[in-house]
């Protein structure tokens, strides 16, 4: 059983930077490509980033293209968000989850989903 954790969410100053972190735990095959999703708000959720096992390979949204940056540590379980020059409209309930490949994760067939942490961005 996959289980994640994230933390680093909080309030923050428009233009200012936040790092969130997943801590991940079970089977690794279940944690191949991780990636975040955010939900602002009365809204849908919203894909932000992904990275491969091997962190050579990364994704991202258009709106988050050049301001956030997706990283991991595998000997440390751990995937990071990195997050400048917020805005606003950053402001949601930012997770973590994972899937068996990177094929996988693009279909949205995710093996684990964390409990979500919360960013606000204040104007």
């Known amino acids: 059983q996959v289980q994640l954790v994230e933390s680093g969410g909080g309030l923050v100053q428009a233009g200012g930077s936040l790092r969130l972190s997943c801590a991940a735990s079970?089977?690794?095959?279940?944690?191949?490509?991780m990636g975040w999703f955010r939900q602002p708000p009365g809204k849908a959720y919203e894909y932000v980033a992904m990275?491969?096992?091997?962190?050579?390979?990364?994704d991202y949204a258009d709106s988050v293209k050049g301001r956030f940056t997706i990283s991991r540590d595998n000997a440390a379980n751990t995937v990071y968000l990195q997050m400048n020059s917020l805005k606003p409209e950053d402001t949601a309930v930012y997770y973590c989850?994972?899937?068996?490949?990177?094929?996988?994760?693009?279909?949205?067939?995710?093996?684990?989903w964390g409990q979500g942490t919360q960013v606000t961005v204040s104007s």
């Open positions: 990275i491969s096992w091997t962190g050579s390979t990364t």
């Open positions: 079970g089977h690794t095959d279940s944690l191949n490509t």
């Open positions: 989850n994972s899937a068996t490949g990177w094929s996988t994760y693009q279909r949205r067939e995710f093996a684990a």
